[in-house]
Every structure is written in structure tokens, then in C-alpha cells.
């Protein structure tokens, strides 16, 4: 009869799970929200169709365990390096600026030091998964603003793992509020992280690669599967027994992974786990509410859900800002980012700290975090929309004269701010090209402004305009809009008055190609995916850009692509945790 009572939790899990996943997708909410709601309504506080016992706490700890392999398997330390202004720069100060701000309201409110470090930290973090989507939704995981949200997310990765590390270390050694003994806590959980790291990456290149190279010859997909599940459960207890954390681990299981070509097969393999368990794992929070003290905090939820979005689009658009960005950008990556995230849940789980706060604030912080992952497609567009109507107000650099105001002309031209002039211009600032961008479409330009691109207002095939854009001082035109009948009647001026201006065009057709060459022009076919790659690299080439580094480059944005491809059909087809 023990096994019986053993596998009732799971079958209750399960079938709520699956209730709650169909319901929310249905009237199109996040699933951690069904969640939540189901847990609890089945918990103790409601009707106590389950309790919390040790099958559901192991079930709701392999739900973190996967969800922290699975930020592993997207970590690799080639992405710190690519990104590594915004990683190292963006990131930090962003977290500083909000965990400031959070800790002071948290010390305000009572609670020692030590829990205002975990408190910041834990509400200045951001929903990678639930961003991640809705830049992919939108079409913005290329633009500056979702390569720069992208990597802040990554810091904040990093960072929530030495913040987990910090958390458990107070739950071993007990609350110490003395500064001197949080220094020596705050310094020992950063030391054992840099070791636990270097000890990954050493074991990754040396070890697990090699032993993945041998069973991909085997052919075996049960044996790889496997093997991908001992390497996270066996880093997971590593260092739950060097008296670190299964989180920790586990990150680090799907680190050593992500160094290995083999990262998208294991990704594929692992999802199903880590989606399954890690709705245990919300539902086992939502058990620990009390729906009753929920209505009776309806105030302090609205307070703590404007609060937090507030203060974090404010500060992260600071942030931005101290670092280069223009004021719309910033603004729209503030509110990008203005979210809580899944794993301040796990944060807010822990004994010590759920203690600290008392039933009632915990109730408040879940449900206010829990909404603001609902929010963040409204927040992006609110961002949108703010920064479109402060470009608006900018008008000097909407003007093609902006070009000229610096001391000296780029000797590179992009024309049209569409999908494949944001490629060439990725791949332009990828190598460290400098260049001028001129859109002509006004909803266009705002549009990529908003985004983050660089860019005036203009329209380049305008003879009077081609004196103001310094065509005779520039080398390479690279025209992203096709516009044949211009070009034909354009052509005949341009080759008498700039003879040595490259004219590069993006085309669709070998019938595009042949009609283009016919005037004058360097015409490159949009074969590959993502479109405009193929020209881009032609431009890179053209810039005498090592081959060997345009090939890295190509196969970084495809993979980009096909994985962010991969994401929104299966948010599209399939009701997952975000």
C-alpha cells in the first residue's frame, strides 16, 4: 500500500497539470499562472486534495534542478565573450541599481541585511524564457535591444546562481546579520562558484565532450539520453555534497553540455522533463498559498506589481542609458525587462527567507510576481509605443544633415532599415565596422529606432541629398530595398559623378540579379536563412574581413535564428512553462 500512497501526489500533479495547461492556453494566459491557481485550489489551504510531503518536494526540486539545466544548456562562454560589454557593464550595473533600491525598501520594512541582499537580488531579476519569447514574437531577437536584453538576461543568470549559492550558505550557517559575517558569506559563496565553474569548464572540454564524440558513434539515442540526465543529476549532487546546491549543479551539468555540438540534441531530449517537472515545482508554490489572504492583501499586491515594474523599467532604462544608449532604447529596454522572474519563486521557497517575509508578504510577492510574467507582451508593447513617440520628439536626428555631424564620413552606406538592412548592420557592428544607416520610411525608421539602431532620415536616392550623404567620400553603398526603376534612372549619374562607390543591392530572383547587373549594380540573391545573411557576409568580404570569422559569424546567427525559430512554433503549438 506504500507505493499506492506514494504515486497519489503524482497522479494528482499530473492530472491538474494537464488541466491547467489546456485551460490557460485556451483563454491565452501563462501556464505558470494555471499553475498557481490549481495548486492552490487542490492544497491545503482550500480542499486539500493534497499536502506537501516528500514526493511532491522531490518532484518541486527536479523541477528546479531541470529548469537550471536547461539556463545551463543556452550558457557558453563563447556568449559572455561575443556580448561582453553589455555581460559585463550593462548587466552588473543593473543589478546593483535595482538590488539597491529593492534592498532599501526591504531594509525599511524590517528585515535584516542579509535578506535585503537576497530580496534585491531575487526582484532585480528578469523571465529569460518569458523575454526570450516575446522577442521572438516580435521579430526583435537581432535588434539592439534583443541582443542587449539578451545578454543582461545571461548576467542575471550568472548572477541568480551565486545568489542562490548566498541563500544557501545562510540556511547552512544560519542568519548572520553582523557585516562582517555577511562579507565572509557574500566571499565564500562567490569562491566556491569560481571554483565549482573552473572545475565545469575543465571537465567539459576534457571529459564529457570526448565521451559524447564516443557515444554519438554508438547510434544509440537511449544511451545519449541517458547519459545527458547522469551528467545534470550527477553535477546536481556534486555539489549538494560539497555543500553547495543542486541548482548550482545542475547550471553547471547543462554549462559543460552547452560547450559540446551536442547542446540542441540534449536540449531537445530534456525538455519534456523539464517542463513536466518544473509545473510541479509552480504547483507546490501555489499550495503553499491562502487564497484568503490573498483578498484580503488585493491592495498590497497592486502596490508591490507597480512598484516593481516601475522601479525596474526606470532603473534598467538608467542603466541603458549611462552606457550609450538613446533615450527611446532605453526606455523600451526597460520595460522589456521590467518583469519578475521564475526564479525569484525559487528564491522566495526557501524556508529561511519564506520565513523571514511571513505568510502573508509571500502570498503578495508570488502573486505580484506571477502577474507581471502575464504583463511583460503588454509591457514590450508599452515600451514600443513610448519609445516611438519620444523619437518623435527628437527631431535634429531625424534629419540626413545627422550624418554629417560627426568629424568624419563612414566609408559604409546602409539604405533601408528593414529585416535584411538590420542583418547587414548586425553583422557590420559584429566586426567592429563603423557605418551610416539612412531609412526613408518614417514607420520604418521609428520602428528601428526604437529598437535601438543608429540611423537618419532620409532618402539617399535623391540626387540633391547624395551632396549632403558625402557620397564622393564613401566606399560601399549597400542598398537593402529594391527599386528597379530608380536604380535604372540613377545608375547613369552615379557612375559619372561617384565611380568608385560599390553599390551592393539585396534581391530575391536570379530575374532581380540579371536586371540589376544590367545597370550597374552588385546584386546578391537572398538565398540562406535568416534573410539577408547572404549579403551581409558579401559586404563583410568586401570589407576584406577574414573569411574564417564571417563563417563564425554566419553559423552564430543561424543558430540564433533556427533556435529562436524552434521556440516561437513550439510556444505557438504547444501550452509550456514560459
Known sequence: MYEVHALEPILILLSVGIFAITLMQRIGLSSIVGYLIAGMLIGPYSIGLIHESETTKLLADLGVVFLLFDIGLH??????????????????????????????????????????????????????????????????????????????????????????????????GGSTTTESGLAIIVLLAVLKAVVAFIVAVVMGRYAVKPLF?????????????????????????????????????????????????????????????????????????????????????????????????????????????????????SVQLGFLLAQGSELTFVIIAMPMVRESLGEGLVGVVITGIATSLVLTPTLATLGNRLARILRQRIPDSMSSDALLSSATTTPLLVFGMGDVGRMVVGALEAHNLPYDAIEMDHDRFLAASADGYSMAFGDPSDVRLMGTLAFAQRETLVVTIIRYEVAKALMPIMRDRYPNLTRFIAVDTEEDKTRFEAVGMRPIVNRSFPRGIDIAAAVLRNQHVDEANIQTWMQRVQERALQAAADLEESRTVAVTP
Open 75 to 172: 550558457f557558453s562562454l563563447s556568449s559572455i565573450w561575443e556580448a561582453r560589454r553589455d555581460i559585463l557593464g550593462l548587466g552588473p550595473l543593473q543589478i546593483v541599481l535595482c538590488g539597491l533600491a529593492f534592498g532599501a525598501i526591504a531594509m525599511a520594512m524590517g528585515l535584516g541585511p542579509e535578506y535585503a541582499v537576497i530580496l534585491g537580488g531575487a526582484f532585480a531579476l528578469s523571465s529569460t524564457a518569458v523575454v526570450v519569447q516575446t522577442l521572438g514574437e516580435r521579430g526583435q531577437q537581432t535588434c539592439p535591444v534583443g541582443l542587449t536584453g539578451t545578454a543582461v538576461l545571461i548576467f542575471q543568470d550568472i548572477f541568480a546562481i551565486f545568489l542562490l549559492i548566498f541563500a544557501a550558505s545562510l540556511e547552512i
Open 213 to 329: 564524440r564516443f557515444l554519438a558513434t554508438t547510434k544509440n539515442e537511449e544511451i545519449f539520453t541517458a547519459t545527458a540526465l547522469l551528467v545534470v543529476l550527477a553535477t546536481a549532487v556534486a555539489t549538494g555534497g560539497a555543500g553547495l546546491s543542486l541548482t548550482l549543479g545542475a547550471f553547471l551539468g547543462g554549462m559543460i553540455i552547452s560547450e559540446t555540438p551536442y547542446r540542441h540534441v540534449i536540449q531537445t531530449e530534456a525538455k519534456p522533463f523539464r517542463h513536466l517537472l518544473l509545473g510541479f515545482f509552480f504547483i507546490t508554490v501555489g499550495m503553499s498559498l491562502n487564497w484568503r489572504i490573498l483578498i484580503g492583501h488585493w491592495a498590497e499586491i497592486l502596490i508591490f506589481l507597480f512598484a516593481l515594474i516601475a522601479i525596474k523599467a526606470l532603473l534598467v532604462s538608467a542603466a541603458a542609458r549611462v552606457f550609450g544608449w538613446s533615450t527611446p532604447g
